[in-house]
């Protein structure tokens, strides 16, 4: 089946810690997403890639990095730096015309303890 | 720049009455439109999209939504809601040809509330 996986479903991080997202697509998309959700707040845009190699920053990069090395994997880093990392991670993907819906997966709920 | 706006924090609707849930955009250029439906601690599911043509958009479920590009708005309907569709549901814009890029600027959210 196509679609997009997130690993894991559910992460804890220490203080001073960094970890690391999983996203992986099998839908031959070129642009993936990472958002960011957070109560009554909606979704905010992390960081976005169109192609390999290549990624843009979001609305709020601060604390976090990406990698774009394939096509199918757009890994997500919560760097020690992102103070507030407790959040519902969300990772999608698309086709770069613009009337392509996006292709979001489970989620990655990310904790510090 | 793109934005989205969901006025409505909450819906409350009974099972069987007309659901709408509002949204409102602001685009440079010509805008795509998306409605989503999230579960709780579930990613995104897509319902629909306006592109071009038909104002009217139908989807999945039962939804439809109408564009209107005077008021800049894209509403979510359904004639009769379930309880099954008590929901957050998120609109979304993707501008196009801008600095934007085609990235998706999503709305707050509207949690929908249907009770038995």
């Known amino acids: 089946d196509g679609g997009i996986t997130q690993s894991p479903k559910y992460l804890f991080r220490k203080e001073g810690q960094n970890v690391t997202l999983s996203c992986e697509q099998n839908?031959?998309?070129?642009?993936m997403y990472w958002y960011r959700q957070d109560p009554g707040q909606g979704l905010r845009l992390i960081y976005y890639?169109?192609?390999?190699?290549?990624?843009q920053k979001g609305d709020i990069a601060e604390g976090y990095s990406v990698s774009r090395e394939k096509k199918e994997s757009f890994p997500l880093t919560v760097t020690s730096a992102q103070k507030n990392p407790t959040a519902f991670y969300l990772c999608?993907?698309?086709?770069?015309?613009?009337?392509?819906?996006?292709?979001f997966g489970q989620g990655t709920r990310l904790t510090v303890v | 720049a793109q934005s989205v706006a969901q006025p409505e924090d909450q819906v409350n609707v009974a099972e069987g009455n007309p659901l709408t849930v509002k949204c409102t955009y602001s685009v440079s250029g010509n805008p795509y439109l998306f409605w989503y439906v999230q579960y709780p601690n579930r990613g995104l599911q897509f319902l629909l999209k306006?592109?071009?043509?038909?104002?009217l958009v139908k989807g999945s479920y039962g939804f439809e939504a109408e564009f209107n590009k005077s008021q800049t708005s894209f509403h979510l309907k359904k004639p009769s809601a379930l309880v099954s569709d008590s929901a957050l549901y998120f609109c979304a814009v993707r501008d196009w040809g801008t600095d934007s890029w085609g990235k998706f600027q999503f709305g707050a959210g509207t949690q929908v509330v249907v009770t038995p």
């Open positions: 839908l031959n998309h070129d642009a």
């Open positions: 890639s169109q192609i390999v190699n290549d990624f």
């Open positions: 999608a993907s698309s086709m770069i015309p613009g009337g392509n819906e996006a292709f």
């Open positions: 306006y592109i071009t043509g038909d104002n």
